[in-house]
């Protein structure tokens, strides 16, 4: 969310920034089920009003950053934002999509030298995410 944000609209009185009791008024996403996912893990059981869905990431980020709403997305995504204090990330609640990422080449070609490193440079920067020991 953008710190200009600091009280979502309809934040009941006394609750905190960080409080996931907050009504979130302005949900902004990319994925239609996103907010319900969020809410269930934290414990929410509520409704969220229909939402404007952006098909990019970067435009929902924008969207943020100028202040239309609040949105769910990955941390990577904003990392330069959250430094810079730009974005700020009020709930320390990951949440898994049960989506992700596939890299995919043609089955009827042999793979170039260049699409296997590539897929060998990505395979490993996923299994150091998940596995940094």
């Given amino acids: 969310m953008a710190p200009r944000l600091?009280?979502?609209?309809?934040?009941?009185?006394g609750k905190g920034l960080r409080d996931p009791e907050i009504s979130v008024d302005r949900p902004c996403t990319n994925f239609p089920d996103n907010w319900a996912r969020w809410a269930n893990a934290a414990g929410l059981r509520r409704e969220f009003k229909p939402c404007p869905v952006y098909d990019l990431s970067m435009n929902l980020i924008f969207a943020v950053k100028e202040g239309v709403g609040i949105a769910i997305t990955q941390p990577c995504m904003i990392e330069r934002e959250l430094r810079s204090g730009e974005l700020l990330m009020p709930f320390a609640l990951p949440v898994s999509t049960g989506r992700g990422y596939?890299?995919?080449?043609?089955?009827?070609?042999?793979?170039?030298?260049?699409?296997?490193?590539f897929m060998e440079w990505v395979q490993d920067g996923a299994k150091r995410m998940t596995d940094p020991a």
């Fill in 102 to 117: 596939f890299v995919c080449i043609d089955r009827d070609r042999p793979a170039a030298p260049g699409q296997l490193a």
């Fill in 6 to 13: 600091k009280r979502p609209a309809g934040q009941a009185e």
